[in-house]
């Protein structure tokens, strides 16, 4: 019995650091604006009861200390969770999401961190070195057997109207390329709504 309480405890201990807020590990943080004027929610959120989320990060400890594992402008960075928080807050909020099925965190966080130092694709194009935010965690979340769970979908860079945004129209052009209406990929509102995935909390200022 003895052994028995001293293997709980230690659990215990194990599970309450790699808790933040009621976050824990391998949970997937959305940022979401308090407005819709971003380019991003504007083109990835038709839903007018839906939140505008703009960006995914992935929940995870290193050393005992929680991080954001995230694709930004700076590339695939570990962002110490409180300044995740604090810029996230800055704008809008946060929605924390949680696997329903946890069986392959692990593997899902380890695939994550495989990543970490590459180049931002402000392009948002699969099958590149570049990576970006929601990409991040399309590539490395799997199941127990090593299944990815969430699928690409065909991109939208339009309103609710249907016309395709003017600010992707000149981003697209200063790389001399049309906008890639259609073209597979994934966005962080489109990982929100998978069935795959509760949204566990919401937190605002």
């Known amino acids: 019995m003895r052994q028995f309480h001293i293997i709980l405890l230690i659990t215990l201990c194990t599970l309450c650091g790699r808790a933040q807020n009621g976050v824990i590990e391998g949970d997937l943080l959305f940022a979401y604006s308090s407005t819709t004027g971003r380019a991003i929610s504007q083109a990835t959120v038709h839903d007018t009861t839906a939140l505008p989320i703009y960006h995914v990060a992935i929940a995870t400890w290193v050393d005992g200390k929680p991080y954001a594992l995230e694709a930004i402008d700076e590339g695939v960075v570990l962002t110490p969770f409180e300044k995740f928080s604090e810029r996230t807050m800055s704008k809008g909020g946060m929605l924390i999401g949680r696997l329903s099925d946890r069986s392959g965190i692990d593997q899902s966080v380890s695939n994550a961190m495989e990543h970490l130092g590459k180049p931002y694709d402000d392009l948002y194009m699969i099958d590149t070195q ?3 935010c929601s990409e991040l965690v399309q590539l490395s979340y799997v199941n127990g057997k090593g299944q990815r769970l969430f699928p690409l979908i065909n991109m939208s860079f339009h309103d609710a109207q249907g016309h395709i945004l003017d600010y992707w129209r000149k981003h697209y052009a200063k790389h ?6 259609g073209a597979l990929g994934t966005n962080p509102a ?12 919401q937190i605002t200022k």
């Open 176 to 181: 001399g390329m049309a906008v890639p209406e």
């Open 130 to 132: 570049e990576i970006y």
């Open 190 to 201: 489109q990982i929100a709504r998978d069935p795959a995935l509760e949204i566990i909390d």
